[in-house]
């Protein structure tokens, strides 16, 4: 792209780097600390400019339009997509890179069995051999992004230093960014660090491709929680590049709150409000790729019932006055899947991307719109795929078989404020009572429909044994079966057998009463007719019996697995399965809500596994539970 050309035009503060070293240039801001480490990387780096950025629109407007002229971006149709534009990947640059993912703190066992470790030494050695003259002939872009409300009790400062125009304009509408967060920031805030590059310099008059990336074995997505710091090198996508998100606001603040004594947490925050207009805001925290987005947006299959949206990926998590847990939703947009996204999955998403939106890796339809797989409408004769290829329904690939137009792991970038049901306190800067946490996983066998934890210690048990199967959201093999604790397994920035020891000591900061009840949910249970359970805007009947729980009313059993609820407690007025009958259902619901004894002897067998690993750093009070539940399953 034309970088020059788009520092002119978007910002005063775009600075020549040998200017940058002269002490006349004119900054932003007057933080020190800051202008030193920006300089420092400029100059390890080789960027051809440095630009501050100031996160106003039109910044954003003249990026995404340089990138257009450079074939970066593809502008839609404004009349079907007013103010969008489609980005088209690299194809070995399409999802987060697990196995180059990093912790690195100064002990391997600090990080844990479930997280990559190379020692702060090594890896920054490594790296910074990397970044040298990794951004010769581009724009190093300066972003101070907060992570919450600006000026929230809760929220973080983070600064990522990138060469990817795409990061920029992504992180504007993933974050808060710009002027308004140096002036929080002052003279000597404290900010979290983040680097980032492509990894692909430039020689000179050597033009630049679409999606600049490096090769699996340069790419590093590294965290040193010890230090509070990020450093990326070589993906441009998603949770590789977009630092504030599974970077920031999960790996390195799962730390923070660790040493704070709050929560940061891989969960969605909705609010609920019943036909009497009793509100609850609930959490929940499921893998990737199970759903999140379409729960926090859901609508209701239930008359009177209001779901609202608060946050659809990470709830951070503090307690409050009251002794009460408050949530605060980190980011302002949505990185959204997108095939599978339709009017029947979820609406509101569909009408949130109406406008103002970057699609990565959909397909472009011949009258400039996008497309992809599970829309909910008719494929279109001919599009272009994401790899920017001729596609018809028919194509297929050299060994016969069909060829998808939009990747399984495209995504769309949308704001947050666009949701038409945004919850009007979606930005309150005290955050929201927490009244429940849901866990939850796609499980297609023996976890019920629904149950309710025991206890603290129970809850704590319940998320450390969550899994699911794999999607394409990971790299891993598709259709696996892998545990999850918490919906955390990518995402902890420490030893996880550390941070249940945390979750475990939260009723030492509060009334044990006042922290949200926990609940276990599968919305993926199959038998030979498939799904048992509809799933979507029928899971509020599961969300009302929760309601009724936390209220103290709400029919249930004591089981050895938890408190589920009797047959007749899920409201199922008006639910249709076009593929069972009403005496079909009964028998199905029956199915969904006991307790499968030998599969749970097994699944408690595979919970013990998954806790070796981890030897006396899982916590004593786990295993005791786990022994506690086995002898009550043997009864
Ligand atoms: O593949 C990526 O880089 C994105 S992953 C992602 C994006 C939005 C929300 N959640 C996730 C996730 O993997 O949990
Ligand atoms: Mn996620």
Redesign the pocket.
Known sequence: MSCKKTAKRACKTTVKTKAAKASAVKYPTRHEELIKWVNDFAKLTQAKNVHWCDGTKKEYNAICESMVESGAFVKLNPKKRPGCYLARSHWSD???VENRTYISTEKREDAGPTNNWVAPDELKKTMTDLYKGCMKGRTLYVIPFSMGPIGSPISKIGVELTDSPYVVVNMIIMTRVGTKVLKQLGKDGEFIKCLHSVGAPLKPGQKDVPWPCAPLEKKYISHFPETSEIWSFGSG??????LG??CLALRIASSLARKEGWLAE?MLILKLTSPENKVHYITAAF???CG??NLAMMEPRLPGWKVETIG???AWMKIGADGRLYAINPESG????APGTSMDSNPNAMRTITKNTIFTNCALTDDGDIWWEGMGVPAPAHAIDWQGKDWTPDTVDKDGKKVKAAHP?A?FTAPAAQCPVIADEWEDPNGVPVSAFLFGGRRPTVIPLVNQAKDWTHAVFMGSAAGSETTA??LAEVGVVRRDPM?ML??FGYNAGDYMLHWLTMPLRTDVNKLPKVFFTNWFRKDEKGFMWNGFGDNIRVLKWVCERIEGKGKAVETPIGFLPTPDAIDMTGYVDPQRSAAEMKKTMKDLLSVDVEGWKKEIEAVAESYKPFGNRMPYALKAKLAEIKAALEK
């Open positions: 399409v999802a987060r996508y998603g949770g590789n590049a977009l998100k599974k891989h893998p990737s790729a999140k987005t659809d990926d990470i949505f990185f959204g899947v792991n995504r959201a990971n919906a990518p995402f």
